[in-house]
């Protein structure tokens, strides 16, 4: 099963225009107001004359390998300084993809954030749901590969940090030993939290409905088994950041035509941890799945030693395209 996001997540408003700060002087008209008057956060590329902004921050970062913001500073800030604090609060909270200021997922020293605040929507609900920013798939459990597929139904808290809390199993449609898996891939999950009244607050019993498909098997072909163990001397760390786990693009053409399939990919892990040369060993369904499948493998990085040096060593994975969606 695999759960595709998108890079253009809703959180982060892309601004065509380019940095045009004079003429963005509606903030100076609002110096009054709270952030109690604004919807939640939004990260923006650039400043766009044609929003009315409460409030506009810039915050400073570092960025961990693992897309975890630290080290934050507010370095501007236009509007009441009541939205300083909020503005540093709500990037702290946010897991980022570091290939999105880098381009290449590896640990950023600085990186500027602009955050802008929007007024409430009048006719909008009170409180603004938690949404989803990393969503990772569930395991199909390994001992059972002949169940078939299923779902499972749940529940979690999601609390003001973004994390799920309390997650329970509230039906299972399948064979109960999809229910640990679900359990352990909706606690890892992250979200921008809930908001309300110019904070972010707990969202209570999340509903959660996520997907198991079988592995797909080649059978003659080298594949996931073969890859680097500690039984052959080797330690393999997935350092890949978070944002990049979500999965692979799904062809509109083939999910319009309900195809599924997958692709089993062959790479090598180079010494500084990226993938090269990649190549499908084999698929079944479209050969659009192929070229989404080694996009989606070249941009994951690991941490490959033996014997405490980096090493180098053939790498597998067979990435699968369902058509059912985890719906978080």
């Known amino acids: 099963m695999v759960h595709r996001l998108s890079r253009a997540s809703s959180w982060l408003v892309p601004v065509l225009g380019l940095g045009l700060l004079a003429g963005c002087d509606s903030t100076a008209e609002f110096a009054t107001l709270t952030p109690a008057d604004a919807q939640r956060p939004v990260l923006v590329i650039d400043w766009t004359p044609d929003t009315t902004w409460l409030a506009r921050a810039t915050v400073t970062c570092a960025i961990t390998a693992n897309g975890r913001p630290t080290l934050c500073r507010l370095t501007h800030l236009v509007g009441n300084p009541a939205f300083g604090p909020v503005a540093l609060g709500f990037v702290r909270s946010v897991i980022f993809e570091t290939g999105f200021a880098s381009g290449q997922g590896k640990p950023i020293k600085s990186y500027d954030f602009k955050v802008g605040f929007i007024p409430i929507d009048k006719f909008a609900p009170p409180l603004q749901k938690a949404e989803i920013a990393y969503a990772p798939d569930p395991t199909y459990p390994p001992r059972i590969a002949d169940a078939g597929k299923g779902k499972v139904d749940l529940t979690c808290d999601i609390d003001p940090g973004g994390n799920p809390r309390h997650c329970q199993v509230s039906h299972i449609t399948g064979n109960p030993a999809f229910g640990p898996p679900a359990l352990r891939a909706a606690s890892r999950a992250h979200y ?35 890859n680097p163990s500690p039984a052959q001397g080797y330690a393999l760390i997935d350092t890949t950041p978070v944002f990049y786990r979500g999965g692979p693009h799904y062809p509109s053409e083939a999910a319009y035509h309900k195809q599924e399939g997958a692709v089993l990919t062959a790479c090598t892990i180079a010494t500084d941890g990226t993938l090269h040369h990649c190549r499908a060993l084999a698929r079944t369904g479209p050969a659009s799945f192929a070229f989404y499948a080694l996009a989606y493998v070249r941009r994951q990085t690991f941490r490959l030693t033996r014997q405490g040096k980096p090493a180098s060593a053939p790498y597998y994975e067979i990435v699968q395209f369902t058509l059912d969606k985890n719906n978080w």
């Open 192 to 226: 921008l939290p809930a908001w309300q009244h110019g904070a972010p607050v707990t969202e209570h019993a999340r509903h959660i409905t996520l997907y198991f498909t079988p592995p797909v098997q080649f059978p003659g072909l080298p594949g996931p088994a073969q």
